[in-house]
Structure formats: C-alpha cells, structure tokens
Nanobody, 124 residues
Framework: QVQPVESGGGLVQPGGSLRLSCAAS????????IGWFRQYPGKEREGVSC????????HYRDSVKGRFTISRDNAKNTLYLQMNSLKPEDTAIYYC?????????????????WGQGTQVTVSS
C-alpha cells in the first residue's frame, strides 16, 4: 500500500523555520513524483512544491519561492520541505502526495496517494 506519512509540523513564530518530512510507507519514494500541498479551513488544497523523480526538477508556488525548499534523501526513503521565513499566511495543514507521470505538478487532482497531513501554525 502506497502511504506517504508526514511529520514535522508545529507552532512557530513568524520568521521562524520548520522542516516537514514525508516518509514513504509501502513504496519507494524515488519511483514517484512527490508534491507538497496545503489546505486552509474551508478552502481547497493548493500546491506548494513538487519534485519530479526522473530528474529532480522542482516547482514552487510563487508565494513560497525563495523561502521553501523541497529535497529528497533516497537512502532514508524520505522527502523534506524546508520552510524558512514563515509567515502567518503559511498556517495550514500540509500534505505530502505521490503520483506517476512525466512531470510533477502542483495540481492536487493529479496525485493518487495522500498522507494524513501535518498542522503548521505560524503565530506569535
């Protein structure tokens, strides 16, 4: 069973940093494109960042460019989202998702396998 498992969320002050982890349970991370998404209460999920397995091409939504970095550690079968200079508007539930495809995308409907999410709260 393909099951991404997120961890690393929490409460952080504005300007602070968090590193989210996405562990691969039941599958090899390197076989899939992986995306990070977030969801605000009452809103649809939005793509934050993704990485294409074939060539490690990455994509970011404009609002996180220069602040967030996606990376993978194949030896640990884990993917990360380093989040720096966090803002209150980054507060959301963050999800890791896996998909097949030529390229990763920031469109949630292209992902078949989803984790349970981890809460990130940016507040003073």
């Amino acid at each position: 069973q393909v099951q991404p498992v997120e961890s690393g969320g929490g409460l952080v002050q504005p300007g602070g940093s968090l590193r989210l982890s996405c562990a691969a349970s039941g599958f090899t991370l390197d076989d899939y494109n992986i995306g990070w998404f977030r969801q605000y209460p009452g809103k649809e999920r939005e793509g934050v960042s993704c990485i294409t397995t074939s060539d490690d091409t990455t994509h970011y939504r404009d609002s996180v460019k220069g602040r967030f970095t996606i990376s993978r550690d194949n030896a640990k079968n884990t993917l990360y989202l380093q989040m720096n200079s966090l803002k209150p508007e980054d507060t959301a539930i963050y999800y890791c998702a896996a998909s097949y495809g030529y390229r990763c995308s920031l469109r949630p409907y292209e992902y078949a396998y989803w984790g349970q999410g981890t809460q990130v709260t940016v507040s003073s």
